[in-house]
């Protein structure tokens, strides 16, 4: 008969490798998109669509949106799509360029070695209005649909919102034979406004008349803003 030592030592290996002791593999937003700044391109400008910057980047330091997994040493894809900044996530019409880019979305492998995955070069390239329902044909006939979204709400084309996307990011994990059969649930990102808008564009003040007034208040001071819009914004002074 077993000594109860080694039948403990047993039973825990069989824990841990049916999975009842370890958590499950996930994903998590390491980190975001820097969500105002960026400019869509358009395919006829025939220039680059730039690169998504991380929300931590700046002149010194740039940074990237990156992707944390958790819970998993082995290997794996991961996919990005764009999609609509509201619920229900559907597939947006504009498309992810840059290296690693097909068919409007992102795909890479990675190995085991990989904690943090950094999405660099990653530019978005818009459509027209009158474009928005071939692309989202597109996006159906691809499969391209990570939140199952029903076809009929996807083709009311005049529901999206061309000023602002989401990230969507997507890790499938292999298995022994080296197939993807395993999808990880898709998360989404703060959402990324096209700095071209008025209405979604980050506002920058061009000049001001004074920097200085009296305590006692009373002051009129001008500031010159672009990308205002009428009605829309409000000044506060402290």
């Keep these: 008969m077993a000594s109860l030592p080694k039948l403990a030592a047993d039973l825990i290996f069989h824990l841990v490798f049916t999975n009842i002791l370890l958590p499950e593999p996930g994903i998590q937003i390491f980190e975001q998109p820097k969500q105002r700044g ?23 330091n740039r940074t990237y949106p990156s992707l944390q997994i958790l819970n ?10 764009l999609v609509t900044k509201n619920e229900p996530y559907r597939p947006h019409p504009h498309d992810l360029v840059g290296k690693d880019c097909k068919d409007g979305f992102y795909e890479a492998e990675f ?10 070069n990653l ?20 499969g391209i649909n990570p939140f199952n979204v029903p076809r009929e709400q996807l083709l009311q084309t005049e529901e999206y919102d061309l000023n602002v996307v989401r990230l969507c990011i997507q890790v499938f994990l292999q298995d022994e034979n080296g197939h993807y059969t395993r999808a990880l649930n898709p998360i989404v990102t703060n959402p990324i406004y096209d700095n071209r808008a008025p209405n979604t564009a980050e506002l920058r003040i061009c000049r001001v008349n004074r920097n200085s007034g009296s305590v006692r208040g009373g002051d009129e001071i001008f500031l010159l803003c672009d990308k205002v819009q009428k009605g829309t914004s409000k000044c506060s002074a402290l």
């Design 38 to 60: 960026m400019r869509f391109r358009y395919k006829c400008e025939g220039r680059s669509a730039g690169s998504i910057p991380g929300e931590k980047s700046s002149d010194n």
């Design 72 to 81: 998993y040493c082995g290997k794996g894809k991961v996919r990005v799509y």
């Design 111 to 120: 190995g085991p070695d990989r904690r943090v995955i950094a999405f660099q």
């Design 123 to 142: 530019g978005i390239q818009c459509v027209r209005r009158r474009e928005v329902k071939e692309a989202i044909i597109q996006r159906i006939t691809r």
